[in-house]
């Protein structure tokens, strides 16, 4: 069992948080519907709800019944796919991590790194403008020490980045890239990549809103021409 700090949820987030109610599925035309359907149906939508809430609130802030006020379904539906808190909460976790690591197989069969790194760079930027509050709960995780997610970092974490390391070590011995240390190139990556959903409220507010398509496009260009021609591939 977990344990974690007691953290009283804040009024005005609370308040927040239920006014941020997800949007219903649009009704489809008549026609059978299986239970897994439905099931796929609610899960997502709760998934969605504890991704919010888990990052504004906390883990300790939040409550089965405010993810279920921002679904906008009655907290026993919640208990019927999800016993506890701590097993939803690691389920949004684990989520955003399975999202990330299907981000990175651009990098697999790419001939090179201007191919492998940029692709790479191009999902991870789409990612964090997407699932912005999995990032968050991602990093709010890690630094109070991965209490939930330790295992994924010793075990899925550890695997993935060794064939990664390897990956960008025979670009270098192929002369295809400056002999860079590839952990700290990874870091660097995912540092860049996660700012933009991490302090996605700094950058609006520095930017005077939200990033727009276009802002978003010369924000990939950006990152890509900064780290390609810092590790001399582009």
């Not at 949004?92 to 790479?120: Q, R, T």
């Amino acid at each position: 069992m977990v344990s974690y700090q007691a953290i009283e949820p804040d009024q005005a987030v609370n308040e927040n948080l239920k006014a941020k109610r997800m949007p219903q599925p649009a009704p489809e035309p008549l026609r059978p519907i299986r239970r897994n359907e439905i099931r796929q149906q609610n899960e997502q939508l709760i998934l969605q709800a504890a991704e919010k809430v888990f990052a504004e609130a906390g883990f300790g802030g939040a409550t089965m019944q405010l993810i279920a006020d921002v679904a906008g379904l009655p907290k026993a539906n919640l208990h019927y796919y999800f016993t506890t808190k701590e097993e939803l909460y690691r389920k949004v976790v684990s989520n955003i991590f399975d999202i990330w690591l299907h981000a990175a197989e651009s990098m697999d069969n790419a001939p090179g790194p201007v191919e492998g790194i940029g692709a790479y760079i191009d999902a991870k930027m789409e990612i964090s403008r997407r699932h912005p509050d999995g990032s968050k709960v991602w990093a709010s995780e890690v630094m109070h020490g991965a209490p939930v997610i330790q295992d994924y970092l010793e075990t899925t974490l550890r695997d993935w980045t060794a064939g990664r390391v390897a990956l960008i070590q025979g670009w270098i011995d192929a002369g295809q890239m400056a002999a860079v240390n590839p952990d700290h190139l990874l870091y660097m990556l995912w540092a860049a990549t996660q700012h933009y959903a991490d302090f996605g409220h700094q950058i609006e507010t520095l930017n005077g809103g939200p990033l727009t398509d276009r802002q978003w496009a010369e924000a990939k260009d950006s990152v890509k021409a900064m780290i390609l021609r810092g590790i001399g591939a582009a």
